[in-house]
């Protein structure tokens, strides 16, 4: 792969997912695109990178930018979040829901669905509490062949294990030889969605509760900034923002604040922020300053 | 520094879980069978006990049960790290005071889930 490839590849992932790769990735390039090539027979990746820049290469592009964002899940990944989920979060929004009795849930990057059957076992595990409420947990991925995994819901052996307690492994997923299929009351419980957190998602919401772990990182500052944003504004004003172990708003934007005690956990701040172009096509400078004039 | 008893008949697996849980800040001491395991605890009883199944002399299903009766065998929180992966071995093993389950083949990241699942770390 030549440098010139490598940069067309950097340039075409930002465009098309976000993700930011720097100069000393190109390991993970070669090591996650080789296999590509190799199964639309082409010799090399910069056989690769010509056939993405020819005509009707719209397939290969799906398979590079699926093949090229981190899919790493587990069940109860990090295990925090999730006990503030069943000790804080759930039952604030149980109380101040009371009258309408429904929860809204997004996962933003729901990958292979280990992070939204989670949160619907942890729901499940609160039992009579949630009788006669109504919860959607909406799940959305960039990429169609996780959510396909995600939706049949089952699991290697190793998988399973992976965060995942043996006593909720007995109790929600049944074996099938070497593999483990989550229940179908659970399946039941989460709606799939393929989405580019770059594109528009306002008809998603309004939710109660966003999970948007683990996919910031990989996005540039401008990007983190207005996807933030954009959540804020689908967000309800006494919800709840759940974000991974090493991303935070702070010093990004005051549309979030941390809330007291529950590393993680974001409360909105204020009024919603003002309205920019709807995506990701607003220059980052132009997006601060209709915020700044924004009323809080 | 927390210890943690390995009792597995394979010195493998023995030295894979030991660098494991070294890593996980552990002090490790080792048993090749339950019967080993049992003396071991009859000295000194560890805060966590990484336990195969099937060994001889005495399996790990036994000195579960045989632990579990002890003064204070109530005590250490005991992880099957084993090849028997039917549900109703695990249930099994969950009924007799098991606290966790690792199916093998394991890695590191699956030991410390459950290891922080059962409060170890």
């Given amino acids: ?296 | 520094m927390k210890t943690c008893l390995v009792v597995d008949d394979s010195s493998v697996i023995r030295k894979v879980a030991r660098r494991i849980l070294e890593g996980m800040d552990f002090a490790i001491t080792e048993a090749e069978d339950g019967q080993e395991a049992l003396d071991a605890c009859q000295r000194e009883l560890p805060d966590a006990v990484l336990l195969d199944w099937n060994m001889p002399r005495m399996d790990g299903y036994e000195f579960l049960r045989t632990l579990r009766r002890m003064p204070g065998g109530d005590r250490p929180k005991v992880v099957f790290c084993t090849t028997e992966n039917e549900v109703a071995q695990i249930a099994r093993a969950l009924h007799a005071g098991a606290d966790e389950y690792i199916m093998k083949p394991f890695d590191k990241d699956i030991v410390a889930a459950k290891f922080q699942e059962v409060g170890l770390v």
């Fill in chain 1, 1 to 296: 792969m030549t440098p010139f490839d490598y940069d067309y590849l950097r340039k075409l992932l930002k465009d098309r997912s976000g993700l930011v790769l720097s100069a000393d990735k190109e390991y993970l390039v070669e090591s996650r695109l080789l296999p590509i090539a190799r199964k639309n027979s082409l010799g090399s990746l910069s056989e690769l990178v010509q056939k993405l820049k020819g005509p009707g290469s719209e397939t290969l592009l799906v398979a590079v930018v699926e093949a090229m964002t981190t899919n790493e899940t587990f069940f109860l990944r990090d295990k925090v979040p999730f006990d503030h989920f069943r000790n804080s979060i759930v039952p604030a929004l149980l109380k101040a829901r009371e009258a309408k009795r429904k929860l809204r849930i997004w996962c933003a990057a729901a990958s292979t669905g280990q992070e939204p059957y989670s949160l619907a076992m942890c729901l499940k595990d609160m039992g009579p509490r949630l009788d006669g409420w109504r919860v959607e947990i909406v799940a959305t991925d960039l990429s169609m062949d996780v959510l396909d995994k995600a939706k049949a819901g089952v699991y290697s052996q190793f998988e399973v294990q992976r965060g995942l307690p043996i006593q909720m492994l007995l109790k929600y997923f049944t074996q099938t030889g070497e593999t483990w299929q989550i229940s179908s009351e659970i399946r039941s419980m989460v709606q799939y969605r393929t989405l580019n957190l770059l594109g528009d998602f306002t008809s998603l919401g309004p939710f109660d509760l966003v999970f948007c772990r683990n996919v910031l990182i990989y996005f540039d500052q401008p990007t983190k900034i207005d996807v933030l944003e954009r959540i804020r504004r689908i967000t309800e004003p006494d919800g709840f923002l759940v974000l991974g172990a090493a991303e935070t708003v702070v010093g990004l934007t005051d549309a979030f604040k941390p809330v007291q005690d529950q590393r993680g956990v974001y409360a909105p701040n204020g009024a919603v922020p003002a309205k920019g172009a709807g995506g990701f096509a607003m220059p980052a400078t132009q997006r601060l300053a209709a915020n700044f004039g924004a009323p809080r």
